[in-house]
């Protein structure tokens, strides 16, 4: 087949593209480019591969990447690896000084970092939640502030859970494994587990207000334990919203679930909801930092349950009341 002939004019638009224009304003196909030689992805320089790194999701990391070769098991567990991917997530800002004993485990922490507890301020009303004990006209959901009651110190708080004339308790048993936490995450590192509630009384009745929070093997047995003596708030008072906080620490290993249970009753028998007001309630795994942990706190002052490991004949000892 014979060469055609092209206006210049025309050629010279769609030579880069598609060919080449000769000296004698013929086109011809374009030269094919050399040839590229292959290159390794572990001939990239090491601070390259740990930023490709960075955006790997972490458990395609440790258990895929990292058996691809020794030079990528070895990067993958530098530790300016996993302080670049906390600092990519935001977990850490570039002035942190606080001391970190694994940045792998510490980043895997944070990733997993969340309230545990389902449905804490009754947005859904008692859904997700046991009731161990429904005395007198039952559990109920208000909104804030309530009959005799003060705003929340957040103002997204908007419901609470409202007990009655009798004892009503109500509870959440967290499965550890199936929320993320493997065996040696919590038998080895031990993350701290900080619980916290928030309970009030109405202003016009008062309210004795109970919670315990213990931490269970996978056969139940009762590990540690958090279950301060009960708080009694006098009628008449300022309806204040009142944190209870405590921090779970060097435990024994074996944990596998937490048990959170909390309610009360109003001190003047009336009928209706006149009891202690519960919303807010969270259970946190954060990384074990070498500071002390903080104290629990409620008022009056609270004491730590018995920790010492008891075993319990079957789950519905973890219910009973108070």
Same mark, same amino acid.
């Given at each position: ?6 206006? +210049? ?52 990391l ?9 030079l990528?098991r ?6 300016? &690896?996993?302080?670049r ?23 895997? &922490? ?5 309230n &545990? ?20 006209d ?60 928030w ?21 139940y ?45 109003? +001190? ?10 519960? +919303? ?9 930092? +070498? ?32």
């Amino acid at each position: 087949m014979g060469v055609v002939t092209v206006p +210049t004019g025309v050629v010279e638009k769609v030579a880069t593209r598609a060919g080449h224009v000769g000296s004698t304003g013929l086109w011809a196909p374009a030269p094919s480019p050399p040839a590229m030689a292959l290159v390794s992805i572990n001939e990239l320089p090491e601070n390259i591969l740990l930023e490709l790194f960075t955006h790997v999701p972490a458990h395609h990391l440790l258990l895929h990447c990292r058996l691809v070769c020794s030079l990528w098991r070895d990067l993958i567990d530098l530790v300016t &690896l996993w302080k670049r991917k906390c600092l990519r997530e935001g977990f850490i800002t570039e002035d942190w000084d606080q001391p970190v004993a694994d940045w792998k485990i510490f980043y895997f &922490l944070c990733s997993l970092r969340r309230n &545990l507890l389902r449905n804490p301020c009754a947005e859904e009303d008692m859904t997700s939640w046991q009731i161990d004990s429904n005395g007198g006209d039952h559990w109920r959901v208000e909104s804030l502030p309530g009959d005799h009651g003060t705003d929340f110190p957040d103002s997204k708080v908007k419901k609470y859970f409202v007990t009655s004339f009798e004892m009503c308790l109500k509870s959440q048993l967290v499965d550890l494994k199936a929320e993320g936490y493997w065996e040696e995450l919590l038998d080895t590192f031990r993350p701290e587990i900080e619980v916290k509630d928030w309970f009030a009384a109405r202003a016009d009745c008062g309210c004795t207000y109970h919670i315990r929070v213990q931490l269970v093997s996978d056969n139940y047995i009762v590990l540690a334990s958090f279950e301060p003596p009960p708080v009694t708030i006098d009628q008449w008072n300022n309806a204040k919203w009142t944190e209870v906080s405590h921090t779970f620490s060097d435990y024994p290993s074996g944990v596998r679930h937490i048990l959170f249970q909390h309610g009360g009753k109003d +001190t003047q028998f009336w009928a209706g909801w006149y009891g202690p007001r519960i +919303t807010n309630s969270s259970i946190i795994i954060s990384p074990k930092m +070498t500071r002390d942990p903080a104290p629990s706190t409620t008022q009056p002052e609270t004491m730590q349950g018995q920790e010492k490991a008891a075993r319990l004949p079957s789950s519905l000892r973890l219910h009973k009341p108070f």
